[in-house]
C-alpha cells in the first residue's frame, strides 16, 4: 500500500516536472510581455505598452505578414504533394525505382536543414542567372518550405492510407466506378482528418522556420523568426514578448479548435463504420 502510494505521487511528480520544463518559459514569456520595464525579468507593474508599439513596429508587422503567406501557401502545397507521394508509395508497391522515390522523398526529414538550405539556395541562384527569375524572397521561400514540409505530410497521409480499409476502395470499383471517382468519393472522405493533421503540421514547421528562410530569403523578405532572432541577438526586445505571445494565443485556439473538430470526425467515422457492420450483421 505505502509502495503503491510513493509511486503514485513520484509519478505525479515526475510529471509535473516535465510540464514545468516544457511550459513554464512559455509561461514566463507571456507574462512578462505586460511588464511595464523594459529590463528582462524585472517586473514593474502591468501594461499594455508593449502591445501598442507592436502596431507601430513594421518590421515585425511585415514579417508576420509574410510569414501567414508563405505557411498558408506551405501547408497547401505540401498537402496536396504530399498525399500524391504518400498515395503512390502505399498503393503503387512495385514499379521501377520505387526505393529511390521512396529514399528521395523522406530525405528531408532526416538531412540537415543547412544542407537543404545551401543545395537550394545553389540551385535558385543558378536557375535565376538562366532565367532571370525567380526572385529570392516569397517564391524561393516557399519552394524550400514546401519540400521540407511534403516529407512530412507524406508520412501523416501514408499512416492514415495504411490503415485504411483497400476493401471499401474495391466494393466501389465493383459497383462500377472510375479510379477518380473512387478516389474522390470514398478514398478522399477516409482520410480528410490526416490531409487536416498534415496541413497543421505543415503549417506549424513553417510559420516558426528560420534555417531554410536564412538561407532562401532576400532583400526587403524577412520572415517574422527572422526579425525575432536578428533582434534576439542584439538583446531581448520587450515587443518580441508580444508578438510572441499573439502567436502563442492564434497557435493554441487552432489547435484547440482542430483537435475537436478533429475528435468529432473520428467518433462520426467510428459511429458509420459501426453502424455499417451492424447492418451487414441484420
Not at 228 to 236: M, P, T, V
Not at 273 to 280: L, M, Q, S, V
Request: hydrophobic content about 50%; charged content about 15%; aromatic content about 12%.
Amino acid at each position: 500500500m505505502k509502495g503503491s502510494w510513493i509511486q503514485r505521487w513520484f509519478g505525479r511528480g515526475w510529471l509535473s516536472l516535465g510540464y514545468c520544463f516544457l511550459y513554464l518559459p512559455i509561461v514566463v514569456l507571456v507574462v512578462f510581455s505586460f511588464n511595464e520595464s523594459r529590463q528582462d525579468m524585472v517586473w514593474s507593474g502591468f501594461s499594455l505598452r508593449w502591445y501598442s508599439e507592436l502596431v507601430k513596429d513594421s518590421e515585425i508587422l511585415s514579417g508576420f505578414g509574410l510569414s501567414l503567406r508563405i505557411a498558408v501557401l506551405t501547408a497547401c502545397s505540401s498537402v496536396l504533394l504530399g498525399t500524391f507521394v504518400a498515395f503512390v508509395l502505399d498503393r503503387y508497391r512495385r514499379f521501377p525505382g520505387r526505393t529511390l522515390f521512396s529514399g528521395m522523398a523522406s530525405a528531408p526529414l532526416v538531412m540537415p536543414e543547412v544542407i537543404i538550405g545551401l543545395s537550394l539556395l545553389l540551385m535558385l541562384v543558378s536557375v535565376q542567372k538562366v532565367f532571370g527569375f525567380p526572385e529570392r524572397g516569397l517564391t524561393t521561400i516557399w519552394i524550400g518550405h514546401t519540400l521540407l514540409g511534403m516529407a512530412y505530410a507524406a508520412v501523416v497521409v501514408q499512416s492514415r492510407l495504411q490503415e485504411m480499409s483497400k476493401s471499401l476502395e474495391e466494393a466501389a470499383m465493383d459497383l462500377g466506378c472510375k479510379p477518380f471517382q473512387v478516389f474522390f468519393l470514398v478514398t478522399l472522405p477516409n482520410i480528410k482528418q490526416a490531409l487536416a493533421s498534415a496541413w497543421l503540421l505543415t503549417f506549424t514547421l513553417s510559420l516558426d522556420d528560420v534555417v531554410l528562410s536564412a538561407f532562401l530569403s532576400g532583400p526587403g523578405s524577412s520572415t517574422m523568426p527572422l526579425v525575432i532572432f536578428s533582434r534576439a541577438r542584439l538583446g531581448l526586445d520587450p515587443r518580441v514578448n508580444a508578438v510572441a505571445a499573439i502567436t502563442i494565443l492564434v497557435v493554441s485556439i487552432g489547435v484547440i479548435v482542430s483537435s475537436i473538430y478533429l475528435a468529432r470526425a473520428e467518433r462520426l467515422r467510428q459511429k458509420q463504420i459501426a453502424a455499417a457492420f451492424k447492418g451487414d450483421a441484420g
